[in-house]
């Protein structure tokens, strides 16, 4: 039998967390030490506090390559509500969120507004926006038909209709005005 931690000089927590069979404060276990192996999915060095933490997702970006266009999409086609607008021209940042979810957004933005990003990038962003490989997101609802039927009377380029996935979801697919994947898959 390999030796309590209070036998090789331990902490005291190391100790009372051997006792009650828990992970010492390295994520070990008797188990662990007697095989040799430390447990990979411990987390080392992190407060306990840090472990739950309450965060949530509050905003997504996607590239918009033409803000009227993109407002057009989300907001009479989705149905999402236009949240703020700001900039002018093609250089604007616009929120956009689900009806009566006022914490979950998209932010619309212009995508080589960044003064850091250099003129290939820019070109390579240009470049994955029309082939439709450089923003995606995904989204869900209870009812995928008549969320299909609704997007697809919105004249929007259709990429996949309602589908029974092999992974267990049922979902489908199009593409906003800027070329983003818009996934929907249905709620279970």
């Excluded at 276990?29 to 447990?39: A, I, K, M, P």
């Excluded at 506090?49 to 989705?78: E, G, K, N, Q, W």
């Excluded at 003129?119 to 450089?134: C, H, P, S």
């Excluded at 969320?147 to 589908?163: I, L, N, S, W």
Aim: proline share 8%; with cysteine.
């Amino acid at each position: 039998m390999i030796a309590p931690p209070a036998a090789t000089g331990q902490k005291p927590d190391q100790q009372v967390a051997w006792e009650l069979g828990q992970p010492d404060s390295r994520g070990r276990t008797e188990q662990t030490l007697r095989s040799g192996q430390d447990s990979r999915s411990a987390v080392h060095g992190v407060a306990s506090s840090l472990l739950c933490m309450d965060i949530t997702i509050h905003t997504t970006a996607l590239p918009h390559d033409d803000p009227d266009a993109s407002v057009a999409f989300y907001r009479d086609v989705l149905g999402f509500e236009v949240r703020s607008d700001v900039g002018q021209g093609r250089m604007r940042w616009i929120t956009v969120g689900p009806v009566g979810q006022p914490g979950t957004s998209i932010l619309l933005a212009p995508p080589a507004a960044d003064p850091g990003i250099t003129e290939d990038e820019r070109r390579t962003i240009t470049e994955m926006m029309a082939k439709g490989t450089y923003g995606w997101i995904l989204l869900a609802t209870p009812d995928l038909d008549a969320t299909f039927e609704k997007v697809q009377a919105g004249d929007t380029e259709v990429v996949q209709e309602p589908t029974e996935q092999p992974y267990g979801i049922r979902d489908c697919a199009f593409r906003d005005p800027a070329g983003n994947l818009i996934r929907i898959q249905e709620l279970r």
